[in-house]
């Protein structure tokens, strides 16, 4: 793949379902006050992505974060991260395609939702079972479609606000009445925070999109500089309009944002091509989502922690059965779909909702330690973390800040809990993985 397409594999994994549906969901929790939320959650995810980017410019690969939690922390918490992220990443891609078959079922309610989910998951895991460059370009035009977009939908709030439209502007008024800036508290704001960290998750795909570049190394900076510029535009810049445009409280702008901010602009023709544009952005995470997955269980596989078989690569550089396999959870949906389709896209969201959490904590914890043994060695580093190690330490504290308040709001404490409980259940199942091929290993040693 070339940058272009890093870049644009990246933002297709961030912008989707967390922009188009999640920024509604966190407005209706926080109020105007999601603004905090955001950014928040933006200064975290750039000091992520820089302590990202400095391992992944020292040592670019597949496995990516999870292979730099091997080096840092041992094997069992590789393992826990990599599968952790897989499991995130499968869920999102069957979270992707119940959001797009939900949109369109919606505009044209002949064809059932369970059956459109169905043809996005054929159409995308055949397009992953190509190549490397037909999934790259494919995605680099997904993606500029999406941002075109946002970047339309932005100048046309900008205009409505400047009295440009014939619909009036409705002011700053927006952002203090109907309850105040922070209508439900600071649990509100809290609350939004998780649903904004799932919104940006997906990011951190650059840093396993950028091993199958032309240069690794030098892309996989450029791509992190751009992406993290393009998102906090994108981002704050969209949800801003929002807050201000409509009432925090309305139920329009918890649903569908983008389509109710376009019919209050009062564009003729502007809800349904919003509406497939919003459909072809979720299909592009999904595609995005499902290149990561198949990677990250790839990388696993190549270094012993699952099956043999997905780290076998076809002549154009696929690794067809890890694919395979990162779509089963999405197929199944197909008839989750079927049977509950109004509930199940909240379920899927709520599921994985703090994952990117735990992520984000290992990876900043891995480049702690290994910054720390690169400085030790005199190994000088092409990208470099600011202020390293205090820049770090913060990024850490303003996520266990977002699990204290979280434990406040019973939703997101559930969250949590579930969670971490995850979390355990992956890392004793790969503590006890590593220890039975110990025990082998030392076995076949003594026959």
């Known amino acids: 793949m070339k940058t272009r397409h890093l870049v644009m594999m990246a933002l297709g994994s961030a912008i989707g379902t967390g922009l188009f549906v999640g920024s509604g969901n966190a407005i209706a929790v926080a109020g105007p006050g999601v603004l905090i939320s955001f950014l928040v959650a933006c200064v975290i995810l750039v000091l992520v992505m820089r302590a990202m980017g400095e391992m992944a410019a020292a040592e670019p690969a597949r496995g990516a974060f999870s292979l730099y939690a091997e080096q840092a922390m041992g094997r069992t918490a590789g393992q826990t991260l990599g599968w952790l992220w897989w499991v995130q990443l499968v869920i999102v891609i069957a979270a ?34 190509i190549s490397v460059k037909a999934l790259g370009e494919s995605e680099f035009w997904f993606a500029l479609l999406k941002v075109g977009a946002v970047v339309v939908f932005l100048l046309v709030g900008v205009a409505l606000l400047l009295g440009l439209l014939p619909a009036p502007s409705p002011g700053l008024s927006n952002l203090t009445e109907h309850g105040g800036f922070i209508p439900n508290g600071f649990t509100g704001v809290a609350a939004a925070l998780l649903i904004v960290v799932f919104a940006f998750g997906g990011t951190e795909l650059v840093v396993v999109a950028a091993a199958e570049t032309e240069n690794p190394k030098e892309n996989v900076v450029k791509a992190i500089r751009t992406i993290v510029v393009r998102l906090l535009v994108f981002y704050i810049g969209a949800v801003t309009l929002m807050v201000i445009i409509l009432p925090w409280n309305d139920e329009t702008l918890s649903s569908s944002p983008f389509v109710a901010v376009l019919s209050e602009v009062g564009l003729p023709g502007a809800q349904a091509v919003m509406a497939i544009v919003i459909v072809l952005a979720l299909l592009s995470a999904l595609n995005a989502n499902l290149y990561g997955a198949s990677r990250m269980l790839h990388s696993l596989s190549s ?10 690569l076809s002549a154009q550089g696929v690794p067809r059965a890890a694919v395979v396999a990162s779509v089963i959870v999405g197929f199944l949906t197909v008839g989750a779909n079927y049977l509950w389709p109004e509930q199940l896209l909240g379920f899927l969201l709520n599921t994985i909702g703090s994952t990117v959490l735990v992520v ?9 330690i290994l910054r720390r043994r690169s400085d030790r060695a005199g190994r000088q580093l092409s990208f470099r973390m600011w202020g390293y190690p205090y820049l770090s330490y913060v990024a850490l504290g303003l996520i266990a800040l977002i699990f204290v308040l979280g ?16 979390v355990v259940i992956i890392a004793i199942a790969c503590k006890l993985r590593t220890a039975q091929k110990a025990r082998s290993a030392s076995a076949s040693v003594d026959r």
């Open 303 to 312: 270094r012993g922690y699952a099956p043999g078989r997905y780290s076998t």
């Open 96 to 129: 992707e395609a119940t959001a797009a078959a939900q949109i369109l079922n919606e505009m044209w309610p002949v064809v059932p939702q369970w059956l459109m989910a169905l043809v996005f998951m054929v159409i995308f895991t055949a397009l992953n079972l």
């Open 360 to 368: 984000w904590t290992l990876s900043l914890i891995s480049q702690i």
């Open 407 to 422: 434990f406040f709001d019973p939703v997101v404490r559930t969250q949590l809990l579930l969670t971490g409980s995850l």
